[in-house]
Protein backbone atom coordinates (compact mmCIF):
# COMPACT_ATOMS: atom_id res chain seq x y z
CA UNK A 1 0.00 0.00 0.00
CA UNK A 2 1.36 3.68 -0.91
CA UNK A 3 0.99 6.59 1.49
CA UNK A 4 -1.18 7.94 -0.76
CA UNK A 5 -3.59 4.49 -0.23
CA UNK A 6 -3.12 5.39 3.28
CA UNK A 7 -3.81 8.76 4.00
CA UNK A 8 -7.48 7.99 1.66
CA UNK A 9 -8.41 4.32 3.86
CA UNK A 10 -11.04 4.79 5.89
CA UNK A 11 -9.91 4.83 9.85
CA UNK A 12 -10.49 1.94 11.75
CA UNK A 13 -14.17 2.36 13.96
CA UNK A 14 -13.55 0.95 17.32
CA UNK A 15 -15.55 0.66 20.11
CA UNK A 16 -13.36 0.30 23.64
CA UNK A 17 -14.93 -1.21 26.06
CA UNK A 18 -14.11 -0.64 29.68
CA UNK A 19 -15.32 0.95 32.94
CA UNK A 20 -11.62 2.79 33.95
CA UNK A 21 -12.76 6.20 32.65
CA UNK A 22 -9.42 7.37 33.02
CA UNK A 23 -7.94 4.67 31.30
CA UNK A 24 -10.45 5.32 28.30
CA UNK A 25 -9.72 8.77 27.75
CA UNK A 26 -6.26 8.44 27.64
CA UNK A 27 -6.36 5.29 25.24
CA UNK A 28 -9.05 7.20 23.34
CA UNK A 29 -7.15 10.11 22.84
CA UNK A 30 -3.89 8.44 21.64
CA UNK A 31 -5.91 6.22 18.98
CA UNK A 32 -7.76 9.04 17.86
CA UNK A 33 -3.79 10.38 16.39
CA UNK A 34 -3.44 7.19 14.86
CA UNK A 35 -6.32 7.39 12.83
CA UNK A 36 -8.63 5.22 14.52
CA UNK A 37 -12.08 6.43 15.48
CA UNK A 38 -12.97 5.41 19.25
CA UNK A 39 -16.36 5.15 20.93
CA UNK A 40 -16.28 4.73 24.61
CA UNK A 41 -18.18 2.47 26.02
CA UNK A 42 -18.11 2.71 30.20
CA UNK A 43 -20.01 -0.38 31.06
CA UNK A 44 -21.01 -3.65 28.61
CA UNK A 45 -24.73 -2.64 28.87
CA UNK A 46 -23.58 0.53 27.10
CA UNK A 47 -21.40 -1.67 24.44
CA UNK A 48 -24.51 -3.11 23.79
CA UNK A 49 -26.57 -0.24 23.18
CA UNK A 50 -24.17 1.29 20.99
CA UNK A 51 -23.64 -2.12 18.92
CA UNK A 52 -27.72 -1.82 18.23
CA UNK A 53 -27.09 1.91 16.64
CA UNK A 54 -23.45 1.82 15.14
CA UNK A 55 -21.23 0.18 13.38
CA UNK A 56 -17.41 -1.36 14.17
CA UNK A 57 -14.46 -2.95 13.00
CA UNK A 58 -13.09 -4.30 16.04
CA UNK A 59 -14.25 -3.77 19.88
CA UNK A 60 -11.49 -4.17 22.56
CA UNK A 61 -13.07 -5.60 25.58
CA UNK A 62 -12.02 -5.50 28.96
CA UNK A 63 -12.86 -8.76 30.80
CA UNK A 64 -13.07 -6.93 34.33
CA UNK A 65 -16.20 -5.11 34.79
CA UNK A 66 -18.32 -3.93 37.41
CA UNK A 67 -21.88 -4.42 35.42
CA UNK A 68 -21.39 -6.89 33.48
CA UNK A 69 -18.21 -9.54 33.24
CA UNK A 70 -16.20 -9.81 29.99
CA UNK A 71 -16.74 -13.07 28.98
CA UNK A 72 -20.87 -12.18 28.76
CA UNK A 73 -20.69 -9.04 27.00
CA UNK A 74 -18.31 -11.33 24.89
CA UNK A 75 -21.05 -14.50 23.95
CA UNK A 76 -23.93 -11.04 23.56
CA UNK A 77 -21.51 -9.36 20.75
CA UNK A 78 -21.12 -12.82 19.43
CA UNK A 79 -24.69 -14.01 19.16
CA UNK A 80 -25.52 -10.07 17.42
CA UNK A 81 -22.16 -10.16 14.99
CA UNK A 82 -20.33 -13.13 15.07
CA UNK A 83 -18.25 -11.73 12.62
CA UNK A 84 -17.42 -8.68 14.80
CA UNK A 85 -13.48 -9.15 16.41
CA UNK A 86 -12.99 -8.69 19.95
CA UNK A 87 -9.94 -8.48 21.35
CA UNK A 88 -10.36 -8.84 25.13
CA UNK A 89 -7.70 -6.81 27.83
CA UNK A 90 -7.12 -8.32 31.08
CA UNK A 91 -4.89 -7.65 34.18
CA UNK A 92 -1.76 -9.56 35.23
CA UNK A 93 -3.46 -12.99 36.55
CA UNK A 94 -6.48 -12.73 34.66
CA UNK A 95 -5.17 -14.70 31.43
CA UNK A 96 -6.82 -17.85 32.47
CA UNK A 97 -10.07 -15.92 31.70
CA UNK A 98 -9.18 -14.30 28.95
CA UNK A 99 -8.01 -17.59 27.32
CA UNK A 100 -11.96 -18.54 28.09
CA UNK A 101 -12.54 -15.53 26.05
CA UNK A 102 -10.52 -17.52 22.77
CA UNK A 103 -13.20 -20.31 23.02
CA UNK A 104 -16.30 -17.90 23.08
CA UNK A 105 -15.13 -16.28 20.13
CA UNK A 106 -12.28 -13.48 20.68
CA UNK A 107 -10.04 -12.54 18.38
CA UNK A 108 -7.08 -12.50 20.87
CA UNK A 109 -6.23 -11.08 24.06
CA UNK A 110 -3.42 -8.54 25.86
CA UNK A 111 -2.47 -8.37 29.33
CA UNK A 112 -2.86 -4.72 30.96
CA UNK A 113 -1.09 -2.63 30.81
CA UNK A 114 0.18 -3.13 27.37
CA UNK A 115 2.01 -1.25 25.12
CA UNK A 116 -0.05 1.20 22.38
CA UNK A 117 2.34 -0.67 19.80
CA UNK A 118 0.99 -3.72 20.74
CA UNK A 119 -2.73 -3.11 20.67
CA UNK A 120 -2.85 -1.20 17.46
CA UNK A 121 -0.84 -4.18 16.31
CA UNK A 122 -3.65 -6.53 17.41
CA UNK A 123 -6.62 -3.90 16.35
CA UNK A 124 -4.98 -3.74 12.43
CA UNK A 125 -4.48 -7.40 12.58
CA UNK A 126 -8.35 -8.49 13.80
CA UNK A 127 -9.35 -5.76 10.88
CA UNK A 128 -7.21 -7.18 8.16
CA UNK A 129 -5.58 -4.39 7.88
Keep these: MTNGEQTQAAPIRLLLVDDEEGYVNVLSKRMTKRRIEVTPALSGGEAIRILRKQDFDVVILDLKMEDMDG ?39 LTKPCELDDLLKKIREACGR
Design 71 to 109: IEVLKIIKKMIPELPVVMLTGHGSEKAAREGLTHGAYDY
